[in-house]
């Protein structure tokens, strides 16, 4: 059964929530653990045959599907491709996935995912049956890479005005220690020296924080 196809029956579900959760995992992570066990065979027929059987495989299946909604919902604000790895993706297309057919809030989380995805990285989930060949297209994207390019540039330019911004500070400071304050006119340049001090220190203070400058 292709994953891509088809969402996991009630016994797969309850069989991932209880398989050993990977470290740092929320209750909805162990929906990721339900694809583990999405191609096993099991008997559900016999899981449902008792009905105490039934009602605790009912909550077991709500409790993941309320939690993973709630992960999915958080871990997709606006902007959130321009953030997330491409492991994270793969995850969130997983979890997604494991809803099919059960939860049309689910299903166009998936939705909106997989538009993200191909408008960002030009990769379509659909042509991607797995999490390693999901993980593996992404990263091969040049969208992905030219970020990662333009974030460094960001950060080097950052770096750069910061010290800039360090070095005129460090030649103000000499200006107001060498000044001579008996001569004419001194008290007003001095004046002048420390509201630019004061704007350069700001500015630094902004670029080091990569925050635009609120001027």
Do not use: C, F
């Not at 995850?91 to 995805?117: F, P, S």
Request: proline content about 3%; hydrophobic content about 35%.
């Amino acid at each position: 059964m292709d994953m891509m196809e088809n969402g996991a029956s009630d016994a797969e579900i309850v069989q991932g929530s209880t398989a050993p959760v990977r470290g740092g995992a929320t209750l909805a992570g162990t929906a990721l653990e339900a694809m583990n066990a999405m191609r096993r065979q099991h008997d559900e027929q016999a899981a449902d045959s008792d009905g105490r059987d039934s009602r605790e495989i009912a909550q077991r299946i709500e409790a993941l599907r309320v939690s993973s909604l709630s992960e999915v919902g958080a871990a997709t604000p606006e902007g959130w491709i321009d953030q997330a790895s491409p492991e994270r993706i793969a995850d969130l297309v997983q979890i997604t996935d494991t809803w099919k057919g059960r939860d049309e809030r689910m299903e166009a989380a998936r939705q909106r995912i997989e538009q993200d995805v191909l408008e960002r990285y030009g990769v379509r989930i659909a042509d991607h049956p797995d999490r390693a060949s999901i993980i593996d297209a992404i990263s091969k994207s040049d969208s992905l890479n030219v970020t990662a390019a333009l974030r460094d540039g960001q950060a080097e330019q950052r770096r750069d005005e910061a010290g800039q911004s360090m070095a005129r500070v460090d030649e103000l400071e000499s200006t107001l220690d060498t000044e001579q304050s008996d001569k004419p006119g001194d008290a007003v340049l001095r004046e002048r020296d420390e509201n630019e001090l004061g704007r350069s220190r700001t500015m630094q203070a902004w670029s080091s924080t990569g925050r635009p400058d609120p001027g």
